[in-house]
């Protein structure tokens, strides 16, 4: 693969503030369930009968079979091992659906096989919906860092709308576990699918803007893939060595009210991108659908921490909300958390090169609001509070739809 240090210049995205915005994104409140296994079992008996009669007798190819059938959406997960998950259901499978196939003579009526239905005791165990309230006890005090990283001790919860979920409207989470390299990119070496996520109902409406968003501008979604949400911890960090250097900030994570979004495993991959994106900052056609990633994500989430805003401990994932325990004071516009990726947005809209980010965080802020101006037509003093929020908006708004 070709690698571009530096994005083509997009001098053909004309930032049009007179056009017409993007229509709300629609989202009707009936759940996306997944079916069960109970609904396919028919079909995952018929297929392994029909496979039989049509010569096959590997019990392990026609086990594969049954499972893809009953579980579509864990048939083919990548996950670090085949015994981790999945392997008892699949045992479970094998036994149920597969040996009694092979069992039957040529001339058996198959009739009472074909008809079988099974008491399932671990095949479709996991709750595929996933929306549901999470038990307030289970998770009002639990640790999710062993290492204490609070300066005084805190204490968490409990959180009375805490949802735990598994998928967002049918797109599951992917909890990664380990990074890895392919083709000169970070990937995504193993991961779980639908690990639970808990967070509060902004957090999961955000999420659900997000998947109808990503859909909206042509990149939907296989997985939203997730380094974790609800965690009772301070705004601990990591030196050098890994060590927990203490804080005595409360993490928004301890309320429900986050999620750290590690990146995107799309339906369609772009043209010669995997289909599994992750931070690969300085990988040009990565960062570019990474960066309308993140505008959909900003236009869920009224807070968005990413790479350029931390590029130590951010770095590989974008942090995403809505600063509920300072009631939202702290979002603002042309903030600290804003400024490099406006930067680097209008950049992009413009066909200029990626903005070389000035070493503190409250020097961008002067930069931006230049940016912004520039992007709106407008001298830098001439941009009111709404004229900022408006052309920020737009900007969200023609990076998400990319170029058209
Ligand atoms: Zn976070």
């Not at 043209?271 to 690969?280: E, M, T």
Request: a neutral charge; hydrophobic letters at 40%; charged letters at 25%.
């Amino acid at each position: 693969m070709a690698g571009h240090a530096i994005p083509r210049p997009h001098s053909d995205w004309a930032l049009d503030l007179e056009a017409e915005p993007l229509s709300a994104i629609a989202l009707d409140d009936d759940e996306h369930e997944l079916p069960g296994p109970a609904s396919f079992e028919g079909v995952a008996r018929l297929s392994v009968w029909s496979a039989i009669r049509g010569g096959e007798r590997d019990a392990n190819a026609l086990t594969n079979l049954a499972y893809g059938t009953l579980l579509p959406m864990r048939f083919g997960d990548h996950f670090c091992s085949r015994a981790e998950v999945g392997a008892r259901e699949w045992l479970e499978v094998r036994d149920a659906i597969v040996v009694p196939a092979l069992r039957l003579e040529a001339g058996d009526d198959p009739g009472p096989y074909l008809r079988a239905r099974t008491r399932w005791r671990r095949v479709g165990k996991t709750d595929y919906l996933g929306v549901s309230a999470c038990a307030v006890g289970k998770v009002s005090s639990a640790s999710c860092w062993d290492e204490e990283t609070c300066t005084t001790p805190q204490t968490c919860g409990p959180i009375p709308d805490l949802l735990c979920v598994r998928a967002i409207d049918g797109v599951p989470f992917e909890y990664v576990h380990d990074f890895g390299r392919a083709g000169g990119l970070h990937t995504v070496r193993c991961a779980e699918r639908f690990r639970q996520q808990k967070f509060d109902r902004a957090v999961h409406g955000a999420l659900r803007s997000f998947v109808a968003g990503m859909a909206g501008v042509g990149l939907p979604l296989a997985a939203i893939l997730t380094a974790g949400s609800f965690c009772c911890r301070c705004m601990a960090k990591r030196d050098g060595k890994g060590a927990v250097i203490k804080s005595p900030s409360k993490s928004n994570h301890m309320f429900g009210d986050a999620i750290d979004v590690t990146g995107v495993r799309l339906r369609q991959p772009a043209a010669g991108l995997p289909a599994v994106l992750v931070s690969n900052h300085d990988h040009g056609p990565t960062r570019a659908v990474l960066l309308r990633v993140e505008a959909v994500l900003r236009m869920a989430f009224p807070v968005v921490l990413d790479f350029m805003w931390d590029p130590v401990h951010h770095d590989d994932h974008f942090h995403c909300d809505f600063d509920k325990q300072h009631g939202g004071r702290g979002v603002t516009v042309l903030g600290r958390a804003n400024a490099r990726f406006i930067r680097a947005a209008v950049a992009t809209v413009t066909g200029q090169p990626w903005p070389k980010f000035e070493r503190a965080l409250d020097d961008e802020i002067p930069l931006a609001r230049a940016a912004l101006a520039r992007a709106a037509g407008r001298a830098p003093g001439d941009l009111d509070a709404t004229a900022v929020r408006f052309t920020y908006q737009r900007l969200l708004e023609v990076i998400a739809r990319g170029r058209s």
